[in-house]
């Protein structure tokens, strides 16, 4: 399990490159954990501390409004966006 996640992290855009014990000290820092459909993974104006990895499922991105504007599909990186 540990080798899939692995080979799924160093896929993503931002990881391509690190080598196979620096995609696993990453995953050291990683956290699981499973959302219900329709649960908020990331509000509007959440503090942008955390990234997620997507890994299966899809994620709808919302408007304030309620308005569907992307879907997200595995493997990626997902997080409310934010400059310090």
Known sequence: MRRTLMNSVMKIPLFKGLSPSQAFKLLELCAPGV??????????????????????????????????????????????????
């Not at 649960?39 to 309620?66: H, K, N, R």
Request: aromatic share 4%; proline share 4%.
């Open 35 to 84: 959302y219900q459909k329709g649960e908020t993974v990331c509000g509007v104006d959440a503090p942008s501390g955390e990234m997620y990895i997507l890994i299966s499922g899809s994620l709808a991105v919302m408007t304030s409004d309620g308005v569907q504007v992307a879907t997200v599909h595995p493997v990626s990186t997902v997080g409310e966006m934010g400059l310090s």
